[in-house]
């Protein structure tokens, strides 16, 4: 219900209320066979400052881990913003799920979830040379515009083939899954590929084909020689691919279909009249034969437009879904759903985009929680549209299909998957924090697929800095580990002490924003202040601080003498020790580091703007919040007893 379209007025409804937590299970936290999920909510009406904590606990089996799982289960608030192979905790502002039309109720990273937005980012509208109009939306990540656009307004995603009847026309090798007609008896009617071409590059013929069948012989009635293949009537059928966890292999990019179907014009004549009632009778099933069974057909052939198209095939269930790869270009089941780009790029550019772990990510943990991929989730892919057109990614793409055709089990995820993902990453904007998020995220939703995540510890990433010993010194070194770090619970950039950047001038509601984020270090667990360092991670350095001082003063004294007194006037002299003031010198710039000592005891702000109004803030995952009235009282009772 977090996630799947059916649920939406559920979810509407259940958001009008302040979600608190959302908690997801493993399965056998209730001997369920599917995953589960907690959710606690209050009665009081949404708003602006409802914060919900999203965890992903699925990895941590009661059964298994009891000890791990009950420490993370009830202590979620130390967790937040933590994440490892294990679990995950995450908090955010439950009004921020409105911002995809589908309000989906993630646990996942809330500065990702900014790619999906759909609802009221900045758009522009583009007129494409195939006589299209596409609504593409500007996102912003680490400082960079990307530009994506609803994957369904690019190209058709279909399901396929339901026959009512497999065991009647299918085919199939016989060391694959499945009880159909072995295929190695039947050989001379299997159309060869100068056959199938033929019907893929003629359409009309195509389409004769798809509605007609193909005639078995030539005395048929309404004999037409060009659905005439010397008898053979059997083509290719795209069924779907197996995976091999224990291997590490998915079935993506080139997967030949080892199933087949029965494509005769009796078969099709057949498709169209043979009722679920003589289905019934034929197969001995035990069930009762209704009116509606009597009527109702058993087949139904979803989308025939499209058969014999070159596309993407991409299997829609099961845990590792989608896997996507080349489709054989004749007909699909209902389970071997497919994607068809027409006019905007590559398929094979498109195919190793939707096989990436970002890719995933976006679908598994943000569009749909479910083991499925269903057809109305993938159109909702937010796709950046350069990326169609990306040359090294179809390169890339096509690499991998030539070494599979050689070595059907190649192991490509160890290979050109590595460039393929960072090429994704760059084109969407993420920074190494984020990709480090995404890699963790696939390491815990497919642990056995984990050897092929390369994820970082923060403490591995801290000591990677540290070890590129440069002349800048120590204070600059630890300005480069927190900025390649991120912002993040503990860690926050202002641009500046007080002088707007936007006005050109010295203003108060800046030093209340450098303020009031000191007073959430203190009231939380501590944390760092970068100033002079932009939201997007850019180092401006403090000259146009130290512009507000005078042209003949010691501009880095007079700034720690007014950074001495507005913090003095706003929490008094008791807390002046748990706030430590160091500079640090890059690139020729000044950076402040304001380093925060969690209280021992609460602590108000006078806020010098508002008539010395006193505030008090507390620290959410990546922002700082007030709180008010009878919340100040339980944080209180919760944090200091």
């Known amino acids: 219900w977090l996630t799947i379209m059916t649920h939406l007025p559920l979810r509407q409804m259940i958001l009008q209320k302040e979600l608190q937590k959302i908690i997801r299970l493993p399965g056998d936290t209730f001997g369920a066979t599917v995953n589960t999920c907690i959710y606690i909510q209050s009665n009081t009406a949404a708003n602006d400052q409802s914060q919900l904590i999203g965890a992903d606990l699925t990895n941590l089996s009661p059964q298994k881990r009891l000890p791990a799982f009950r420490d993370t289960l009830f202590n979620l608030e130390k967790y937040v913003g933590i994440y490892t192979p294990d679990f995950a905790v995450y908090q955010y502002p439950q009004q921020l799920i409105n911002s995809n039309r589908n309000y989906p109720v993630f646990v996942a990273s809330p500065k990702l979830f900014a790619l999906v937005n759909d ?26 515009t990307i530009e994506v656009v609803r994957l369904g307004d690019i190209a058709d995603i279909k399901q396929g083939l339901a026959t009512g009847d497999n065991q009647h026309y299918l085919y199939q090798n016989p060391d694959v899954r499945g009880n159909y007609k ?47 293949f010397n008898g053979k009537y059997i ?28 494509w005769s014009r009796t078969s099709i004549q057949r498709f169209k009249s043979y009722t679920i009632a003589q289905r019934i009778i034929d197969n001995n099933e035990k069930k009762t034969i209704t009116e509606k069974y ?37 007909v699909f089941c209902n389970k071997a759903s497919c994607i068809f780009l027409e006019n905007y790029g590559s398929h094979f550019a498109l195919l190793g985009v939707l096989n990436s772990k970002f890719s995933k990510y976006i679908l598994k943990s943000i569009l749909h929680h ?19 057109s990306s040359e090294k990614l179809n390169n890339l793409s096509s690499k991998i299909i030539e070494k ?12 050109e998957q590595k460039e393929i993902d960072a090429l994704v990453y760059e084109a969407y904007g993420l920074n190494k924090a984020d990709i480090n998020e995404v890699e963790t995220w696939y390491a815990r939703r497919y642990p056995k697929m984990a050897k092929y995540a390369d994820m970082v510890s923060l403490a591995d990433e801290v000591e990677k800095i540290e070890e590129e010993i440069t002349a800048e010194g120590i204070y600059a070194q630890r300005v480069r580990e927190l900025i390649a770090l991120g912002e993040n619970k503990r860690t926050e950039y202002k641009s500046t002490l007080r002088f707007c950047l936007k006005q050109r001038s010295q203003q108060l509601y800046i030093e209340h924003s450098v303020l009031k984020t000191i007073a959430a270090f203190l009231n939380t667990d501590g944390g760092t202040i970068l100033v002079g360092v932009d939201d997007n991670a850019n180092i401006l350095g403090l000259d146009d601080d130290f512009s507000t001082f005078g042209k003949e003063k010691n501009h880095k004294d007079e700034w720690v003498k007014h950074f001495d007194n507005i913090t003095s006037h706003a929490f008094g002299d008791a807390f002046i020790g748990n706030i430590d003031l160091n500079f640090a010198e890059i690139e020729n710039k000044a950076v402040a580091i304001i380093d925060v000592k969690a209280s021992t005891s609460f602590v108000y702000m006078k806020n010098k703007a508002d008539n010395n109004r006193k505030q008090f803030y507390i620290r959410r995952n990546g922002s700082t919040v007030e709180i008010r009235d009878e919340e100040i009282l339980i944080y209180v009772k919760q944090r200091w007893g």
């Open 119 to 144: 609802t009221n980012c900045p758009k522009r509208t583009e007129d494409r040379e195939v006589g299209i109009s596409l609504d593409i939306r500007l996102i912003q990540m680490n400082g960079k």
């Open 182 to 228: 072995d295929i190695n008896l039947f050989k001379e009617y299997l159309l060869d590929e100068a056959g199938l071409d033929k019907i893929r590059n003629n359409d009309e013929l195509r389409l004769k084909i798809v509605e007609n069948g193909i005639h078995q012989s030539k005395e048929e009635q309404d004999f037409d020689e060009e659905c005439w």
């Open 370 to 388: 479910t083991v499925e991929t269903p057809e109305g989730k993938m159109v909702e892919f937010p796709m950046n549209i350069a990326l169609l």
């Open 404 to 415: 599979q055709k050689k070595d059907r089990r190649y192991d490509y995820q160890s290979n």
């Open 235 to 262: 083509i290719p059928y795209d069924k779907g691919g197996e995976s091999d966890t224990d291997t590490g292999w998915l079935p993506n990019y080139h997967v030949p279909t080892n199933y087949f179907i029965d």
């Open 294 to 330: 009597r009527s109702q057909i058993a087949a139904v052939i979803r989308n025939p437009r499209y058969y014999f198209l070159p596309g993407l095939d991409y299997s829609p269930t099961g845990i590792y879904s989608p896997t996507i790869r080349i489709n054989s270009n004749s």
